[in-house]
């Protein structure tokens, strides 16, 4: 069964410091990946996305996140963590039934990042 | 550019109420989904349509109906609505491309709870 997995209810870091919020994944085929962010009584946003190519995908925000295949992962990063980073994060893949025609999104549960001034 | 608008953000119903959740975008997509979000579940997949006329059910369809007339609306609709429906709802939209593009484009999301 195609799903996405996000092992940390909540991430913790200081402002300044590295953050990395990870991401699993299990699809048949090549994987079309993408990253979400939710603030507070908004809708999602869309961050960055990965189809093929080069295995660091750049997205909004300076955020980035590595496709990694043979751990089928696809963690989100940023070098230097803003309080305002602070959100809930969406891992989500390409649900691939009818060849990812109709580009439906499977999510993952979701990661708290909570960043400290 | 209004992108994605959902109404009523925020409603509250009574046991058997039934209501109608509206959606519509102004990007011309062909593709539109209804989502629902629960604390810790992420999102869940309700309907989902591929073009006007078109619908089909996602992964949690059970006590919704939905319609595609137009382009540009998909509206959800709640019958007998009961306590388990209480949830925010996300509509979203993207691009028929199914290749390097189609992201989905979400609306503020209509957080409903029943009573």
């Known amino acids: 069964a195609q799903s996405v997995a996000q092992p940390e209810d909540q991430v913790n870091v200081a402002e300044g410091n590295p953050l990395t919020v990870k991401c699993t994944y299990s699809v048949s085929g090549n994987p079309y990946l993408f990253w979400y962010v939710q603030y507070p009584n908004r809708g999602l946003q869309f961050l960055l996305k990965y189809i093929t190519g080069d295995n660091l995908v750049k997205g909004s925000y300076g955020f980035e996140a590595e496709f990694n295949k043979s751990q089928t992962s696809f963690h989100l990063k940023k070098p230097s963590a803003l309080v305002s980073d602070s959100a809930l994060y969406f891992c989500a893949v390409r649900d691939m039934k009818y060849g990812g025609a109709t580009n439906k999104l499977i999510f993952g549960t979701g990661t708290l990042l909570a960043v400290q001034p | 550019n209004a992108g994605v608008t959902q109404t009523p953000k925020f409603r509250i119903l009574k046991i058997g109420q039934s209501m109608t959740l509206q959606c519509t975008q102004d990007?011309?997509?062909?593709?539109m989904y209804w989502y629902r979000q629960d604390p810790g579940m992420g999102l869940k997949l309700i309907y989902y349509?591929?073009?006007?006329?078109?619908?089909d059910k996602g992964e949690v369809p059970n006590g919704y109906n939905v319609s595609r007339s137009t382009t540009e609306d998909f509206p959800l609709r709640l019958e007998l609505a009961a306590p388990s429906q209480t949830s925010v709802y996300f509509c979203?939209?993207?691009?028929?491309?199914?290749?390097?593009?189609?992201?989905?484009?979400f609306g503020e999301g209509s957080r409903l709870t029943v009573l």
């Open positions: 979203a939209s993207s691009p028929s491309l199914a290749g390097p593009g189609g992201e989905l484009f």
């Open positions: 990007m011309n997509h062909n593709y």
């Open positions: 349509s591929v073009g006007a006329g078109i619908t």
